[in-house]
């Protein structure tokens, strides 16, 4: 019972996939006649005769001289090999490198900020939980207030600000010469800790509040479940009814919602990235739509909604493992 | 009979947003040694609130619990740690509750459920507790005990998941079982063989027995003595028989009239009119004179004490009703 669910899942998001890369094949050829045009949008100071040449050299270049239905089959094949196209930029780099080499810097700003989110605000969430109505609860109560208030981009520029240029306790801006000299030295590896020190802090505050809190929450919500009352009744030591019985039941909750932040570890900090400069794969994006280049954000919006994909089917398949009572589909 | 359970003078209260609400008020409760004792009453009387104040499971804050004895085996409980508390419970009283569904653990398999109780009170292993686990399964009519105790409460109909925890709350053996509503969320069929099972063990086991319920064909068949409860006050006690026969409280014979009796042959039921007054917003004298029909002004200004009337029975009403009629 349990494996066909498996396998019905992971087919489900084979079967998502395929659509999202289907959508995103014709998503550029919606609307106009022919996708060149897209591509390369008429411009004013130029004759019919030398668009029309410019129309064919694009054609040629990304393979929108054959029919339709031969492109969407040279499309599959090109990413069953990992390719997702030619960039517009000047060499036609392929998208699959120029994403591969900002993917890196963005996963190590994303991942920290998350471990470090997770860990730190479970901890936090439980005691505040444990401690309900006390000091520790209310201090929880008061961040999240001011939190909702904050966005992330705020206090980044605040701490950049403070932090970076008043203080010089940290880059304030990310040195360039991070990324290109890189070396997996100890020198290499502490000048990234360093240069992403402020990224990671002005998203971690939030990260951890907004964990503790659906952490406090989840633990109290299932503290006051029957079955607790139960295990209270069995004469079970505190600490057997509060790790066996209540933290297992309230992880349920807390990993839909870390499902969700693995979501965003790809695409969810352009902002922070500009503010401090940071070359990952918001930044990426963001001159991708500025310069047009149709094949980069596609390439993107493909990663993406793959990577979304992704975090989804794990987020199930962990709650597999976590609630006997998904696979008969009665899930909470 | 050697008492087990000597409930003196028991006071829960509840500080809320819309008022103070006095869910228990003085009550006195008598378990004797094997003995079923049943508390009934309508809703929101205060029946849980007392039993769970019994294994002292009422956190306080954020109640206010005052009682002047728990006598339980003996020994006065009722200043007893929280450590002592928990090696109590379970061990030598413990609990069964009305929904199993949720009074279960989803996530951990029945079987390692009861093998907790073992463990932690007889020190088992993971796997002596087991075997004793398919054994008290068994006892308590599940098939397939073995294969069974690896299931998930979901998994189980609601007939076995009540037995399992039958079998938990008697797994060690205790002095006493507090039983609140067993079987209410059963369908009458599954009721009756759940109850029979509770019966038997209790029996068998040699067990004390108070029973929560609001079903007073469940008090029939299986209650010794009776404590009806109403608006958080004990307003009669009886043997059950003589409770049958001849009700004293007005209330009391309310509840009786609003039963439903297949040898009835009219087939109609009586309902006490009004409602239940709101615990914060109780009436002054005899919590029950805006429902009873014998009321007088002795009755709306002055709660009436608790009266003995011989034979075990305590009625609190100024004016008990006799087997004739009110005198
Ligand atoms: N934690 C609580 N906070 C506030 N009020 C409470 C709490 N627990 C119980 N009460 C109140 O105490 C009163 C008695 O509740 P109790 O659960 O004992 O009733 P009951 O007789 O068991 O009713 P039922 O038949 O519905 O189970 C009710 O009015 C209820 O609202
Ligand atoms: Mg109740």
Not at chain 1, 214 to 223: D, E, K, L
Not at chain 2, 267 to 287: E, L, M
Request: hydrophobic share 40%; charged share 20%.
């Amino acid at each position: 019972m349990k494996y066909t669910y498996v396998i019905k899942r992971i087919l489900y998001s084979l079967f998502v996939f395929a659509v999202v890369i289907t959508l995103n094949f014709f998503i550029p050829r919606i609307g106009v006649d022919d996708p060149a045009e897209r591509y390369y949008p008429p411009q004013g100071n130029m004759s019919e005769i030398e668009y029309e040449i410019i129309k064919q050299v694009t054609r040629q270049q990304y393979g929108f001289h054959v029919s339709t239905g031969q492109q969407y089959m040279n499309y599959l094949k090109g990413l069953f090999q990992g390719d997702l196209g030619t960039s517009f930029r000047p060499g036609s780099p392929a998208v699959i490198d120029l994403i591969l080499e900002r993917l890196p810097w963005t996963l190590v700003l994303s991942v920290s900020t998350m471990l470090i989110g997770v860990t730190i605000g479970i901890l936090f969430g439980v005691l505040a939980a444990v401690k309900r109505g006390r000091w520790q609860d209310t201090m929880l109560l008061n961040a999240s207030t001011i939190m909702v208030a904050l966005p992330a981009f705020f206090i980044a520029l605040i701490l950049s600000f403070y932090l970076g240029f008043e203080l010089e306790i940290f880059p304030a801006y990310t040195d360039s010469t991070m990324v290109s000299g890189f070396t997996w030295t100890w020198e290499g590896i502490r000048r990234v800790a360093q240069n992403a020190a402020l990224p990671v802090l002005s998203m971690v505050v939030g990260s951890i509040i907004s964990y503790a809190q659906g952490t406090r929450n989840a633990v109290i919500a299932v503290t006051n479940e029957d079955f607790v009352l139960t295990a209270r009744a069995k004469g079970l030591k505190q600490s057997t009814i509060r790790y066996k019985h209540i933290l297992r039941n309230s992880m349920l909750p807390i990993v839909t919602s870390l499902g969700m932040s693995i979501s965003g570890l790809i695409g969810g900090q352009v902002v922070i990235e500009q503010v401090f400069n940071w070359n990952g794969m918001g930044t990426l994006f963001l001159e991708a739509n500025n310069s047009n280049d149709y094949p980069l954000m596609m390439g993107i919006m493909l990663l993406l909604s793959g990577f979304t994909i992704f975090a989804i089917l794990v987020t199930d398949l962990v709650y597999v493992l976590l609630d006997p009572r998904v696979t008969v589909g009665d899930k909470r | 009979m050697e008492p087990i359970l000597k409930l003196r003078n028991l006071k829960v209260v509840f500080p809320t947003n819309y008022g103070v609400i006095r869910a228990v008020e003085s009550v006195d409760l008598d378990i004797g040694d094997r003995e079923c004792v049943a508390l009934v009453g309508e809703s929101g009387c205060g029946k849980s609130v007392t039993s769970q104040s019994v294994m002292r499971l009422i956190e306080s804050p954020p109640a206010l619990t005052q009682v002047d004895a728990i006598e339980f085996n003996g020994r006065d409980i009722k200043d007893y740690t929280p450590k002592q508390m928990q090696e109590l419970r379970g061990k030598e009283m413990s609990m069964i509750f009305q929904d199993a569904m949720t009074s279960l653990n989803p996530v951990m398999t029945v079987g390692n459920q009861i093998d907790e109780m073992y463990m932690r009170h007889q020190g088992d292993s993971k796997k002596e507790a087991r075997e004793k686990t398919v054994k008290a399964l068994e006892l308590i009519g599940l098939p397939e005990p073995r294969t069974r105790a690896n299931s998930f409460p979901h998994q189980l109909s609601g007939g076995m998941r009540q037995r399992v925890l039958l079998a938990m709350a008697f797994a060690c053996m205790p002095k006493l079982i507090i039983a609140d509503e067993p079987t209410t969320a059963l369908d009458v069929t599954i009721q009756a063989q759940v109850l029979k099972t509770l019966r038997g063990m209790q029996r068998g086991c040699g067990t004390s027995l108070l029973l929560v319920t609001h079903d007073l064909s469940v008090v029939a068949s299986i209650a010794d003595t009776v404590y009806v409860m109403y608006s958080g006050k004990i307003v009669e006690k009886a043997p059950v028989k003589d409770l049958f026969n001849s009700p004293q409280h007005p209330y009391t014979v309310g509840l009786m009239a609003a039963v439903p009796r297949l040898t009835d042959k009219k087939k109609t039921f009586t309902q006490i009119p009004g409602t239940v007054p709101h615990p914060a917003r109780k009436p002054s004298g005899c919590y029950f004179h805006p429902r009873c029909e014998y009321a007088t002004d002795k009755c709306r200004k002055e709660m009436p004490p608790l009266m003995g009337q011989g034979g075990g029975r305590e009625v609190r009403c100024y004016y008990p009703l006799t087997a004739g009629g009110n005198m």
